[in-house]
């Protein structure tokens, strides 16, 4: 009665083993897996270096066309808001209204495009609330860039716009 018994038990422990997929006694063996070789790429060319001249601020030449803005990180997010003066007014008055990063911003540039190409800027070191930048503009419509440079060392232009010349009609 002992031996069916024992045979039974061998032949279910058996099946199970198979089953349950334990009949290996050795792992495989890993496959490899390709290394990609960087490509070598041999050039002969040597740039030429391009000579640049600079003017003075105030007469510098720039495009007139508006380009994107930088988006500052969340935790130094500031506000600003750029205007002409009023109806007839060609001045161009810049408010740093502050935000989360109002600490963070060690200087605020403001630089207008006029219609000719002129250019002029201004600037506030470390601005604070409320603080503003007054810039004379044109009867026409001129290009206004908002550039903060952050006491890390980050330069974001956060505002490029055309500020139209307000008239009456």
């Known amino acids: 009665m002992k031996i069916p018994f024992l045979s039974i038990a ?5 099946l199970t083993l198979v089953f349950a997929g334990c009949t290996f006694l050795s792992k495989p063996a890993p496959v490899p897996t390709p290394v990609p070789t960087p490509e070598v790429v041999e050039t002969t060319e040597i740039p030429t270096p391009v000579e640049t001249t600079v003017a003075p601020t105030a007469k510098a030449t720039s495009s007139t066309l508006p380009s994107p803005t930088d988006v500052l990180p969340d935790n130094q997010a ?3 808001s750029v205007e002409k003066a009023g109806t007839y007014s060609m001045t161009i008055i810049t408010h740093f209204n502050g935000g989360k990063g109002l600490m963070s ?25 409320g ?3 007054e810039i004379e503009g044109t009867k026409g419509n001129d290009r206004t860039e908002v550039i903060l440079t952050m006491k890390s060392g980050g330069v974001y232009k956060i505002y490029d716009d055309i500020v139209p010349y307000k008239s009456r009609y």
């Open 131 to 133: 603080d503003t930048i």
């Open 78 to 80: 500031v506000s600003v």
């Open 105 to 129: 911003v060690a200087r605020m540039d403001v630089r207008v495009t006029k219609p000719d190409g002129t250019v002029v800027t201004d600037s506030i070191e470390k601005p604070g609330m």
């Open 10 to 14: 061998a032949v279910l422990i058996a």
